[in-house]
């Protein structure tokens, strides 16, 4: 994967070697040292890649504590200060067992994001009454599509 991920970063188009099953191991091994030197003198990249990564995996983290959440959603309508504060209580056991790491996965603002995001993807519909913005899943999900939804977001996380 590293090897995929280096070579679509600093493909040479002097280099023909396509790093599959038939190119002798010689020039596999000439080809791992040429990638790992790009990796080292790629013009900052892989530390951008670091820093992107490292920024992005708590939100990654939060939106997928968020998508695991709705569940809650299922069948029903809720005022959507609940809702925050049912995926908070979620996201807060999730860090207490340690099945993340991030304490923002359990941040308010971050979570009405996560919301907002949803509601643009079309999964959950929002609507005031009284006053009070109501949140719903959309007609098209039920807690087997929530798990695609979940997957989708999982993808991204770090392992």
């Known amino acids: 994967m590293a090897r995929n991920i280096a070579q679509s970063l600093y493909h040479s188009d002097t280099s023909d070697s396509s790093g599959d099953e038939t190119t002798p191991p010689q020039q596999r ?11 080292k003198t790629g013009n900052g990249l892989l530390a951008k890649w ?28 809720m ?12 996201a807060l056991a999730k ?13 308010v603002n971050t979570l009405l ?4 995001l949803f509601e643009k993807q079309q999964i959950v519909c929002a609507f ?11 007609s098209d999900y ?6 695609v939804v979940l997957s989708r977001f999982s993808q991204f996380k770090s392992s």
């Open 29 to 39: 091994d000439a080809d791992d040292e040429q990638i790992a030197l790009n990796l």
């Open 142 to 147: 039920d807690s087997g599509s929530l798990d």
């Open 50 to 77: 670091t820093f992107l990564t490292l920024v992005l995996q708590p939100l990654i983290e939060t939106y997928c504590a968020a998508a695991a959440g709705l569940s809650c959603l299922s069948g029903t309508t």
């Open 113 to 116: 994001n996560c919301v907002r």
């Open 79 to 90: 005022e959507e200060k609940s809702l925050i504060v049912k995926l908070q209580a979620s």
């Open 95 to 107: 860090l207490e067992r340690g099945e993340t790491k991030y304490a923002e996965a359990a941040s």
């Open 128 to 138: 005031y009454l009284d006053n009070k913005r109501m949140v719903e899943l959309h």
